[in-house]
Structure formats: structure tokens, C-alpha cells
């Protein structure tokens, strides 16, 4: 007997399901049925329980689009295999209970059947809880979500919460600030209420296109965005909830070319050596001034510091006089903002150090630098300020970067003028107008900077206006060969990743 079916489905995973699932019960229609009881229990029985699990889910993704979910007439061949996917449903369901439903010694719990006192099956679970339905099927569905931790009604925020709360535990208080807070930018209601198996790479594919081109989101959101799907994909697939990342099977690249773009140049991220200049001297005639800026005009040493040695805003908060010392800046602390109760907390790391400290960086202390740091000290005696710190409020507490320094150097910036008003614009210009001309290699570039190489040549290290000219007079031999050499540094690639 042929039998035609008509799914009238374009999805090949699904044709394919249907293939898996199916194909070998088809094969077995001409063998007799004892074989053909034998042939499955011996199949279900080399199945792992996760196995079952995923055989369970395949059938209710194929089910899902044979039944019609808002009622309807099911075609007759959709019928008879959707009567073939429930037989198999009950079978794998009993297995899979059968497999968990075990004492501490590892036999089987005893489940009862209906006798004059007591109405329907009943058994025990773990710590003598007891549980009953009024058929054997029944009892084998409620315990079929007992055992199977509910992975029928994991939904997309169901498990994005337990993967969060179990990242939690692995990283600092601000990075699980910032998946609540990406999760309720990106996420919708309808994406978070979907069952975790029934969202597809094709979905996610739709639903980043159009919140790309509503939002006119930039890489960085998109990035944010594909964090969360491989938080929580990434963590069903580890707890057997689903068979694999759909968020891996999206092109980064397919995405990037919608995304917002902005072309900035280099003078629109690094501050000049003329703005620094004019941002010195004004900082200079307030310090003059200490009637109307104090007798010690901190912020403005702040500023004059982070321009002779590029450190982070945050570096120059939690620096301290013990740090100083052999003729050295030992730079190996920082100030972090703690997202969820908007505190501030001193940590023995840096940034690029991740949460793990590493002991991190030294800077040499010039003369520059030292008489700076004399002055400074001198300025703190004179306003009767007592502090470890560095840089110390009058009362001897820290002073808080974003709230205190930061402002002081966006509004000074503006008084003169300038559209780039942030302490990472002094750190490209410490490494590009500084470092890069007097010949330091780019490694050394990155220890002093704190940060990798692939990061100084990528984000901070630009071609000054008049690199022609300078080609030109280096080409025709104006400009002698420095001594040293540059060491070469070859950065992983994807292909070179793939061949690992």
C-alpha cells in the first residue's frame, strides 16, 4: 500500500524530522509484529534519557504545524501521522519516567493501581511526597514533568532567567545589571513568551532585521542583543532543553551592513596635541586662581596626569600614594560603578584584566611627571587635605569619575570649544601624538596603555594628516631607518580558527 502524504511544507527541518522519526517505523510496516516490537524496544532502550527528550521535541515541532492551532479540518494522510507521532509520544513519555522514577538504591518506585480504597494510580516520589491521576497515562504525564524539570513550558524568558542567575554566580554584579537591562531593551513580550524549542534561527533572523531597521540600532546594540540569545540559547543546550544555538546560525556580517554606521575621524576620537595644549593652560590659570577653584584645583591635576601617562578615568580615582614609589606608577587598581545600587567600589583590577587580577601595569615616573606629583602634594598641604588618595576631595574621600572628574573635563572642553569632551580621547592622543612619534614599539605601547596589541593598532594608533608628506621624505631618504625593528604580530583569524 503507497501512502501520500501532503504537508504542503517548505521547511526542509521539518521534512526532515518527519524522515527521522518516522522513516524507521515505515521500514518496519512489512516485518511482523513481534519483530517489529522487538526492533523498537531494543531502539528506546539504547536511548539515553536526553535522547528522549529530544525525540519528544521533534515531535512536537512537527505536531505544532500538522494540528491546526486555531482549530480546522486535519487532512487524512496529516492525520494518520499525527495518530503515529501521540502512539510514539506515549511510548517515549513512559520510557523517560520509567528511567527517573527510581529509589536512592536504584529499583523501581511502585505505582499502584486503582483498588477499593484508593480511586486512580498513585505512587511516591523522592521524600514520600505521593501523587495520583485517575488513569495510568495521566500518572505518566504529571510524572513526566516532574522528572523532565517542565522543558514542554520553558520559555524564552523562563530560561533566560535561570541563565542568569546562574551567570551571576560566575561574574561581577555589573554584568548581570547589564543582561537585565539588554533583555528588556531587545526583548519583546512575544519573543519572551515563545517556547524555548519552537524558535528558530529563521525567527531570530526576522526579528533582529526588523528591530534593527525600527530601532536604527548600531553594531554595539546589535552585539548586546546577540549576547542575550547566546546566554540563554547557550544555556538550554547545556540543560538538554533544546539541541542547538539558533543564534549561531546568524551572520554577523549579514546584520552589520543594516546597522547604523558612523564614520569618525581621527580627530573626532583623539584629542590634538593643540587642544591639550589649550586644555593645560586653562587648567594652569584656575590653578592661579585658588579663590574661586580652591587651593587645590584637583580635577585639573587629574587631567594634566592622565595627559603625561593615558590612564582611565577610573585608574586615576583609586590611585594611591603607596603606588608610587622606585620611580614607578604601579597602576593595578581601579573605581568601578556598581550598576545595581549606583555605589562605587574600589577593585584590585583593570579593566583589561577582566576580574582577575594580574598585578597589573607599571608607568615610569618622568621628570615631568614627578614634579607634577610634587606640586600636587604641595596643593593638598596648603588646603589641609589628608588623604591615601591621590586625588582626594577637601573632606580626604576619592573623587568619583563620572560625577566629579568626567563632568570637570566635559565642561571644560566645551568652554573651549571642543566637540570631544572624554578621557579616552587624552589616551588616544598619549598614544598616538606621544608614544607612536618617539618610536615606541606597539607592545610596549599596549603595556604602558593597558591593553592589548590587537587593540592598540585597531583603535588608538592612526596616521597623522601629513603621512604622505612624511612617506614621501622617508621614500626619497630625507628621514633615517629607526635602529629598532618592529616586532611582527600575526592576529588569529577565522580560517586560522577553523583549521585549530
Known amino acids: 500500500m503507497e501512502l501520500h502524504v501532503t504537508l504542503g ?48 521535541r521533534k515531535i512536537y515541532i512537527t505536531k505544532s504545524i500538522l494540528v491546526p492551532s486555531q482549530g480546522g479540518i486535519i487532512e487524512e494522510g496529516d492525520l494518520f501521522i499525527v495518530e503515529g507521532m501521540t502512539r510514539k509520544e506515549r511510548s517515549l513519555k513512559k520510557e523517560y519516567v520509567l528511567s527517573k522514577h527510581i529509589t536512592s538504591e536504584g529499583k523501581p518506585r511502585l505505582i499502584k493501581p486503582p483498588t477499593g480504597s484508593i480511586e486512580g494510580w498513585s505512587t511516591y516520589l ?15 504525564d504529571r510524572l513526566f514533568i516532574h522528572y523532565s524539570d517542565g522543558f514542554l513550558n520553558r520559555t524564552f524568558k523562563n530560561v533566560f532567567d535561570m541563565a542568569l542567575e546562574h551567570k551571576k554566580s560566575l561574574c561581577s554584579e555589573n554584568t548581570g545589571v547589564k543582561y537585565e537591562a539588554d533583555y528588556k531593551r531587545f526583548i519583546s513580550k512575544e519573543l519572551g513568551d515563545k517556547l524555548i524549542g519552537d524558535i528558530t534561527a ?29 546566554l540563554t540559547f547557550g544555556f538550554a543546550v547545556t540543560k538538554g532543553y533544546v539541541d542547538y544555538n539558533p543564534a549561531q546560525r546568524m551572520s554577523n556580517q549579514d546584520f552589520y551592513r543594516i546597522c547604523k554606521t558612523e564614520f569618525k575621524s581621527a580627530e573626532q576620537k583623539a584629542m590634538s596635541p593643540q587642544q591639550i595644549e589649550a586644555i593645560t593652560e586653562e587648567v594652569r590659570k584656575r590653578i592661579k586662581n585658588p579663590k574661586k577653584y580652591g587651593e587645590c584645583y584637583t580635577c585639573g591635576y587629574m587631567f594634566i596626569l592622565a595627559s603625561l601617562t593615558g590612564m582611565r578615568a577610573g585608574e586615576l580615582c583609586s590611585l594611591r600614594w603607596t603606588d608610587i614609589a622606585s620611580g614607578r606608577i604601579h597602576i593595578h587598581t581601579q573605581q568601578l560603578k556598581k550598576r545595581a545600587s549606583d555605589g562605587y567600589e574600589y577593585v584590585n583590577w583593570t579593566k583589561n584584566e577582566k576580574g582577575i587580577p594580574k598585578g597589573g601595569r607599571y608607568f615610569p615616573v618622568t621628570i615631568e611627571i614627578q614634579e ?32 566629579c572628574y568626567e563632568k570637570f573635563l566635559h565642561r571644560i572642553c566645551k568652554n573651549l570649544g571642543f566637540t570631544i569632551t ?13 608614544l607612536i612619534p618617539k618610536g615606541i614599539e606597539v607592545t610596549n605601547r599596549a603595556k604602558l596603555l593597558g591593553h592589548s596589541v590587537e587593540v592598540n593598532l585597531k583603535n588608538y594608533s592612526f596616521a597623522d594628516y601629513d603621512y604622505c608628506e612624511t612617506a614621501l621624505e622617508a621614500l626619497n631618504g630625507g628621514i633615517p631607518i629607526p635602529a629598532y625593528t618592529q616586532n611582527v604580530i600575526e592576529f588569529e583569524t577565522k580560517k586560522l580558527r577553523k583549521s585549530l
Request: proline fraction near 1%; include cysteine; charge should be positive.
Open 9 to 56: 511544507i517548505r521547511n526542509k527541518y521539518v521534512w526532515g524530522i518527519f524522515l527521522y522519526s518516522f522513516g524507521l517505523e515505515h521500514f518496519m510496516s512489512h516485518m511482523s509484529f513481534e519483530r517489529r516490537k522487538r526492533v523498537l524496544r531494543r531502539k528506546e532502550a539504547m536511548m539515553e534519557p536526553k535522547e528522549i527528550l529530544s525525540e519528544l
Open 422 to 434: 572624554n578621557n579616552h580621547a587624552v589616551r588616544m592622543y598619549f598614544n598616538s601624538y606621544v
Open 126 to 140: 523522592e521524600g514520600k511526597i505521593r501523587i495520583q491521576a485517575k488513569t495510568y497515562d495521566a500518572l505518566i
Open 202 to 230: 529563521d525567527y531570530l533572523i526576522d526579528y533582529a532585521s526588523a528591530m534593527i531597521k525600527a530601532g536604527n540600532l548600531k553594531k554595539e546594540a546589535y552585539r548586546a542583543f546577540k549576547s542575550v540569545l547566546n
Open 372 to 403: 607634577l606629583l610634587d606640586e600636587l602634594r604641595t596643593g593638598q598641604i596648603r588646603a589641609g587635605i589628608c588623604s591615601d588618595w591621590v586625588f582626594a576631595n577637601p573632606d580626604g574621600s576619592w573623587i568619583i569619575a563620572d560625577t
